[in-house]
């Protein structure tokens, strides 16, 4: 038997199709349901490359007991965050006020009249254990607390729902001066610097702003920020979180030394990543170990990630097989080596040097089996890069030079079932959304600029281009895409994530012509997203965006400004307005930029340790930049780290005149060296 998710096009919703729990989509007729037969609504949601949701998918979820139970006294809905980050949003925050934290798979309890939460939590095992009720406890308690203790449950649900409804008022607080730029970057660099013990995650909206400090050079600041980030980019580049084999970067470390990845692949982390290390190369850290994360990256992108219409896959599991007879997959079996394998596979003088080079020993580092992480950064010797293609041949069953290609397995039974010359590997959420392209989009035309690679941009437009072609319909922008099949509107995210990407083909192809596109206008476009982006999620009363479309119909209306994996869409959104300002010369442009970051002063001034990109746009603000200059200069001088600068090419130049360097609404003298040049866009940049 199946439930009314079979018909779903989300993986993660396909994942439970098969529970005995008779699961609802988020849906008008769910929320109804509830309603009318006064049930509470339990709301679970998670994605499909959770390995906990996974866990409590084939426990709890799967329990006949706990499904008649559920049937009986609930309507249990199911939601893909990745296709509802608006909804998730909601209910995460009200978890972390109820609980202290938060996670996935995030279960909560709601009220059927009006969606309020009132209790909630994460993994709820199947039995008691790690001193938690089993999930059927859980269930019964809440249900009688939710019929006999009426005036306790209304006094929960008014407290949760004012706080939730807290930040959406009007908080005006301070100035949008240097001193405020000056606080959030050196929160950004501090918090990069003193995380304490456990786990570790890539932290690029922090990264990234720290690396903005670099060229202030506060000599008296707790961190030095050029330390702070390039130890990030090691700790990224030689970690256990890096795929040394197959490229790629994990979503973060269980452990404070970056050794054991929790091994999933997300988009959303490889294109940050990417465009972060392209910066630091920029920036002048251009540690051979960068680029061959970039290199290793992008090549696992176009063989396992990139679909035949050119945009990326979303995810891939942190579990797999190891045998097509396994009932249940193992996590990190793709990834993990033991050190019998690598006696099998490597020479002796092979497996000394990678012994030399990386933490390896015969009792492993992860449950037995050996992790790859490096010792030191710099260059791989070709004998270690010929030990390491070995065991590329092993687990992918060909040679990196021949398997560029690499088909995805989109469910676990066409994991099991179908014929791999190596390794099971781990199931690839096939979908496209648009913000998370919209990350990589801009990661590839980074490292294309910083490493001259035309490959890298024809890769991004295409992925542009296929967004611009199959994201609208009836004249609205959509988020996601199943198969060729848009679905979802468009959130603050996508909007100002893919506003971003197309100034960034837009300023990378007057870089690398080879790799444009001349019948598509890259500035024309991004202005008409942006002139939708305003008018449906633009807030006229507050300034700033609004998570998602008044019509969504939730019980309260986000503007987010807080970064988590990826960075907030206001604080993108204020940057693309100043970028947009810079090349338009549409002075409407830099007002609404500034409305908006007046509308989050105070929340930058109480909470600096929440909104890093908040302060990324404050720094465009505060120092817009754009380069009028010849191609040829622009080819070199774009290679640099120039965070608030934009350029335009100019072909009518004086002979004498190597270019122009303006400051917002006004432009320094004709500069007549390109030493002249550097010199004055160095001073733009730091104009405190």
């Known amino acids: 038997m199946t439930n009314r998710l079979v018909h779903s096009q989300s993986l993660y919703l396909r994942k439970h199709a098969e529970n005995p729990i008779d699961w609802w989509p988020w849906c008008d007729e769910a929320l109804d349901k509830a309603k009318q037969e006064n049930k509470p609504i339990f709301l679970s949601i998670g994605y499909s490359s959770c390995h906990w949701c996974t866990v409590m998918e084939g426990e709890a979820f799967s329990d006949l007991a706990v499904a008649n139970y559920m049937n009986a006294n609930y309507v249990p809905i199911k939601v893909d965050r990745e296709e509802r980050p608006d909804i998730d949003s909601i209910y995460m925050q009200a978890l972390q006020l109820m609980t202290g934290q938060g996670g996935w798979p995030l279960n909560i309890f709601l009220t059927p009249a009006d969606r309020v939460p009132f209790y909630g939590g994460t993994y709820f095992p199947l039995e008691p254990k790690y001193g938690r009720p089993s999930f059927?406890?859980?269930?019964?308690?809440?249900?009688?607390f939710y019929d006999t203790e009426i005036e306790k449950l209304q006094s929960v649900k008014d407290e949760i729902l004012q706080r939730l409804q807290q930040p959406t008022l009007p908080k005006i607080g301070g100035e949008l001066n240097h001193h405020l730029l000056r606080l959030g970057l050196e929160y950004s660099t501090g918090i990069l610097a003193t995380q304490g013990p456990g786990t570790r995650f890539p932290m690029i909206p922090y990264a990234g702003t720290a690396l903005r400090a670099k060229r202030f050079g506060f000599t008296e600041a707790r961190f030095d920020a050029a330390m702070v980030c390039k130890q990030?980019?090691?700790?990224?580049?030689?970690?256990?979180?890096?795929?040394?084999?197959?490229?790629?970067?994990?979503?973060?470390?269980?452990?404070?030394?970056?050794?054991v990845p929790h091994f999933e692949k997300m988009l959303y982390d490889n294109g940050q990543i990417v465009e972060y290390l392209a910066d630091l190369i920029a920036a002048g850290d251009p540690d051979p170990a960068f680029e061959r994360a970039i290199v290793g990256t992008v090549q696992w992108l176009v063989r396992e990630m990139t679909a035949a219409g050119g945009y990326f896959y979303a995810a891939q599991d942190a579990d797999s097989f190891v045998t097509p007879e396994d009932v249940e997959p193992e996590e990190g079996a793709f990834y993990v080596w033991s050190y019998a394998e690598l006696e099998t596979h490597l020479t002796d003088a092979e497996l000394a040097e990678l012994t030399e080079q990386f933490m390896i020993s015969p009792t492993g580092n992860f449950e037995g089996k050996i992790v790859l992480q490096r010792r030191y950064p710099g260059a791989l010797s070709n004998t270690l890069e010929a030990a390491l293609a070995k065991l590329f041949r092993v687990r992918y069953g060909a040679s990196p030079e021949i398997c560029t290609e690499f088909p995805p397995a989109r469910t676990n039974q066409e994991a099991r079932q179908?014929?791999?010359?190596?390794?099971?590997?781990?199931?690839?959420?096939?979908?496209?959304?648009?913000?998370?392209?919209?990350?990589?989009?801009?990661?590839?035309?980074?490292?294309?600029?910083?490493?001259?690679?035309?490959?890298?941009?024809?890769?991004?437009?295409?992925?542009?281009?296929?967004?611009?072609?199959?994201?609208?319909?009836?004249?609205?922008f959509h988020r996601i895409n199943y198969d060729g099949q848009p679905n979802v509107i468009a959130q603050a995210e996508d909007y100002a994530l893919f506003i971003?990407?197309?100034?960034?083909?837009q300023q990378a192809t007057q870089v690398?012509?080879?790799?444009?596109?001349?019948?598509?206008?890259?500035?024309?476009?991004?202005?008409?997203?942006?002139?939708e982006f305003d008018e449906f999620l633009w807030s006229i009363e507050l300034g700033g965006y609004y998570n998602t479309d008044a019509r969504a119909d939730l019980i309260v209306r986000e503007r987010s400004a807080d970064d988590n994996a990826t960075?907030?869409?206001?604080?993108?959104?204020?940057?693309?307005?100043?970028?947009?300002f810079l090349l338009t010369e549409e002075l409407s442009y830099f007002d609404r930029a500034e409305q908006a970051l007046q509308s989050f002063t105070h929340t930058m001034n109480e909470l600096p340790q929440t909104c890093p990109s908040l302060?990324?746009?404050?720094?465009?603000?505060?120092?817009?930049?754009l380069l009028r200059t010849r191609a040829e200069q622009l080819a070199s001088l774009s290679r640099y780290y120039w965070p608030t600068m934009m350029h335009r090419l100019e072909t009518a130049l004086p002979l004498d005149t190597f270019g122009f360097v303006c400051q917002g609404l006004s432009c320094q003298e004709p500069a007549r060296s390109i030493e002249q040049l550097q010199n004055q866009l160095q001073q733009s940049l730091v104009r405190f």
Not at 442 to 448: C, N
Not at 512 to 531: C, F, I, M
Not at 615 to 625: G, R, V
């Open 136 to 144: 059927l406890q859980v269930l019964q308690a809440i249900r009688r």
């Open 232 to 259: 990030r980019g090691i700790d990224l580049a030689l970690g256990g979180i890096y795929d040394h084999v197959g490229g790629g970067f994990h979503r973060y470390t269980v452990d404070p030394t970056w050794t």
């Open 418 to 476: 179908q014929s791999w010359t190596g390794r099971i590997p781990p199931v690839t959420d096939t979908k496209m959304i648009v913000a998370w392209n919209s990350l990589m989009i801009s990661g590839l035309t980074r490292a294309a600029v910083v490493l001259n690679r035309s490959d890298y941009l024809k890769l991004a437009v295409q992925a542009t281009e296929f967004i611009l072609n199959q994201q609208w319909v009836k004249g609205r």
């Open 500 to 505: 971003k990407a197309l100034l960034d083909v």
């Open 512 to 531: 690398l012509e080879e790799a444009s596109t001349p019948s598509l206008n890259w500035l024309d476009w991004a202005v008409r997203v942006q002139q």
């Open 567 to 580: 960075p907030s869409a206001n604080g993108v959104a204020i940057a693309n307005l100043v970028r947009l």
């Open 615 to 625: 302060f990324a746009a404050l720094d465009w603000f505060q120092h817009p930049t």
